[in-house]
């Protein structure tokens, strides 16, 4: 078996090394390459599996990144992840992959959805504005998915993964999510005696944030068994915290003693997010083991120790 990770070279492709070493698999994790693989142009997509000759796939690839950059790039959101997608499975269908794993998310699900958000309520609404070109391109590519497994009988099996946060994440302000984001200011208020810390929105909305080790955890199970599954897989935290308090456990986490300020600017963006896991834990027997504290505290030390990564 050869196991071909694109984006591998990203947060959660870092911690999928970790894993698959853990359990004394090999891959090949790839990422732009300088421009080489890029997965947008179905030529160079192509090229990527004539090179490596993969048996089975990990798509972990997307143009993401946190509210302020989806509300500054939404034609490039929903142009870049729809190009990757659709390159990515007529591939997997020309080099005939065994299993193709991929990697969706949870802004796709509606604006307002029922709480827990089950997989069944993927189409029941538009997702939240601000996200909408990003979760719309990544629940097509699911629909596209499950059009090819019935056409083609590609092998597929689609993860909605909620807010990733962790080790080798991105700590760029112009790219960053809640988790890193935050973690940055506060540092960096302690370090400089800044007396406040001024926060995007008000802090009601609440997210379900997963460990990314976590997520790596229920890729490699998959990998070994070569699970394959028709319908999408919630794969969460199994709970939710409001940005109020989560901004509040990463400033005693990281010894800031000052104020902090919600601004209101920007947006809250979906005002609630948790996924229901439960077919994650029917199919796979998997739950997150991961509590929230302690995988704040690890990528808190994690970015202590890696301050030039970004």
């Not at 390459?33 to 890029?38: A, H, P, T």
């Not at 990757?84 to 949870?106: P, Q």
């Not at 083609?152 to 689609?158: D, S, V």
Request: glycine residues 10%; charged residues 20%.
């Amino acid at each position: 078996m050869t196991i071909l990770i694109t984006g591998g070279t990203g947060g959660v492709g870092k911690n999928l090394q970790t894993s698959f070493q853990r359990n004394n698999l090999s891959g090949l994790f790839v990422g732009r390459e300088g421009g080489k693989y890029d997965l947008t142009c179905y030529d160079k997509t192509r090229q990527l599996f004539l090179d490596t000759r993969p048996t089975t796939v990990v798509f972990l690839s997307a143009n993401v990144g946190g509210i302020g950059y989806n509300k500054a790039n939404p034609a490039s959101l929903i142009r870049d992840n729809l190009l990757m997608g659709i390159n990515m499975l007529d591939a997997a269908v020309e080099f005939n992959i065994r299993n193709l794993y991929i990697t969706s998310t949870c802004c796709s699900y509606p604006k307002f959805c029922s709480i827990p958000q089950k997989e069944d309520d993927l189409w029941n609404g538009f997702p939240e504005e601000t996200n909408s070109g990003y979760g719309i391109s990544k629940k097509t590519i699911i629909k596209m998915s499950q059009d090819y497994r019935e056409q083609f009988g590609l092998k597929t099996t689609c993860f909605i993964l909620a807010n990733l946060y962790g080790l080798y994440d991105t700590f760029d302000p112009n790219r960053s999510h809640v988790v890193p984001a935050l973690i940055k200011k506060f540092i960096e208020a302690k370090e400089t005696n800044k007396p406040f810390v001024e926060c995007w929105g008000t802090g009601k909305a609440s997210r379900d944030l997963l460990f990314s080790g976590d997520v790596c955890d229920i890729i490699t199970k998959s990998i070994i068994n070569h699970f394959d599954y028709h319908d999408p897989i919630n794969v969460g935290s199994g709970s939710d915290i409001t940005i109020y308090d989560l901004a509040h456990l990463i400033k005693e986490l990281t010894g800031y003693h000052g104020n902090i300020v919600f601004t209101g600017e920007v947006s809250d963006g979906q005002p609630k997010r948790l996924l229901d896991t439960s077919r994650a834990k029917k199919l796979l027997n998997w739950t997150a083991t991961t509590t929230l504290t302690d995988g704040l505290k690890q990528t808190i030390a994690w970015y202590q120790e890696n301050r030039e990564y970004r």
